[in-house]
């Protein structure tokens, strides 16, 4: 088993950045791919962004160049680092542990943080 649990989020102005935070606990954080989910009000959970156990990362085309995955091994912990925010990047965000290659689906992901909401105000 992984625990995951997110930090970081708020209310923040549009242009504005925030960091997101996922800290691992229980089995080796190190094999897996973490990846980001978000859902918006009304809509369905979708792919951010997502960081292989090799550290290789790729991105959602609607926040690429905006945002940016790490991980630290060593903490446990993987971030989100989100800038130029838009009020469409409203939404509750996911950090996930799956394979160690990253996926986008998150049918293949086996373990779920709680969410932490992130506002974006115009």
């Known amino acids: 088993q992984v625990q995951l649990v997110e930090s970081g989020g708020g209310l923040v102005l549009a242009g504005g950045s925030l960091r997101l935070s996922c800290a691992a606990s229980?089995?080796?954080?190190?094999?897996?791919?973490m990846g980001w989910f978000r859902q918006a009000p009304g809509k369905e959970r979708e792919f951010v962004g997502v960081i292989s156990s090799k550290g290789i990362t790729y991105y959602a085309n609607s926040v690429r160049g905006r945002f940016t995955i790490s991980r630290d091994n060593a903490k446990n912990t993987v971030y989100l680092q989100m800038n130029s925010l838009k009020p469409e990047d409203t939404a509750v965000y996911y950090c996930a542990a799956g394979p160690g290659g990253g996926s986008w689906s998150e049918r293949q992901y086996d373990y779920w943080g709680q969410g932490t909401q992130v506002t974006v105000s115009s």
């Open positions: 229980g089995r080796t954080f190190s094999p897996y791919g």
